[in-house]
């Protein structure tokens, strides 16, 4: 019988010390996001008592203050480009690549003006956390129907009060070799149906920050942000208007990886 030699891949000494320092400092992260998240707490708190666009351009600036020193902490300053995209008054629907859980607390804060974001409802379940995630967030459960058509409707409420709605298209984070991984419809349906332009934003670094293939992992890496030219939704169906941004998305993405 012919024996088959299987070579065991070794790590070089460099990349074991990489591993320890980058699980090391995942331990940094964690321990400097709780810390600054209970420093800015209440302050995000006093949202609850204004009125709701004055309260959600409150709370998106506490939460900008928030990242800057947290990102900072942690090594991984933003740099955004694009922002004079944004026209003074409109409401966009903005959409992001996913990589990474880092980039949920990268997308709101940076977006230009008051925002919501399209969330899983089940985070708000998590003590004095929830409370913040849902100030910032429509909530959805997306394996109940009638919870999906609330939040549809919630999210046509935020944009004609003149905020933007942010949302990952991709649905969940990208664990393909891809730039990026096919959209679902519902950000293209909503633009559609609410005649408000897309603003796509094209996030990296986060993926070398936080690599999908490793638990618990953090490296110090510069991340950026690029929001790019709106793409209008009339005359369009969501089919080819999905397929537009995404071309955009991939585009934008290759050439600033």
Known sequence: MEERLHEKKTESPAGILLNIFGRI???WGLISFLTTFLVIFLPSMVSYLMKETTGQKYFIAVSKIWMNVWLFLIGCPVKLSG????????AYIVVFNHN???DVPLSAPYVPGANKTIAKASFAKIPLFGLFY???SILVDRKNEKSRRRSFEAMQKVLAQGMHMCIYPEGSRNRTTEPVQPFYDGAFRLATFTKKEIMPCVITGTKKAMPIDKKFYLLPIRLKMRFLPPVSSTDTTVASLKQKVFSDMVKAYVEHV
């Open 83 to 90: 922002r004079e995209n944004f026209k003074p008054g409109a």
């Open 134 to 136: 849902k100030r910032g």
């Open 100 to 102: 990474a859980l880092l």
């Open 25 to 27: 400092w995942a331990f």
